[in-house]
């Protein structure tokens, strides 16, 4: 059983900043990619960025230049830094890993409770 908890979410200004952090508990064989995933209210959740366990990263065109992920794989915690917010980045954000609980067991995605975000112009 893998559990995520995330933390810092709040309310912000726009142009202020925020920094998420998700730390990962349980048995973990492998991790894929650790994540930050958003949904607003009356939209699909989306991707906000992503970064593999060889460090590669990839981020929404939207957040592009402003959020920065990283991780520390030791811990296997991860965060989302997020600089020169916008309302529209008003949303829950869900940490997410990507990985192996067992051995031969399936790689599967794994979701963090959510922490709310929100950005006021």
């Known amino acids: 059983q893998v559990h995520l908890v995330e933390s810092g979410g709040g309310l912000a200004q726009a142009g202020e900043s925020l920094r998420l952090s998700c730390a990962a508990s349980g048995i973990i064989i492998s991790i894929d990619a650790m994540g930050w995933y958003r949904q607003a209210p009356g939209k699909q959740r989306e991707l906000v960025a992503a970064?593999?366990?060889?460090?590669?990263?990839n981020y929404a065109d939207s957040v592009k230049g402003r959020f920065t992920i990283s991780r520390d794989n030791s811990k296997n915690t991860w965060n989302l830094q997020m600089n020169s917010l916008k309302s529209e980045d008003t949303a829950v954000y869900y940490c997410n890993l990507h990985g192996r609980t067992s051995y031969g067991g399936y790689t599967l995605h794994y979701w963090g409770q959510g922490t709310q975000v929100t950005v006021s112009s």
């Open positions: 970064i593999t366990s060889g460090g590669s990263t």
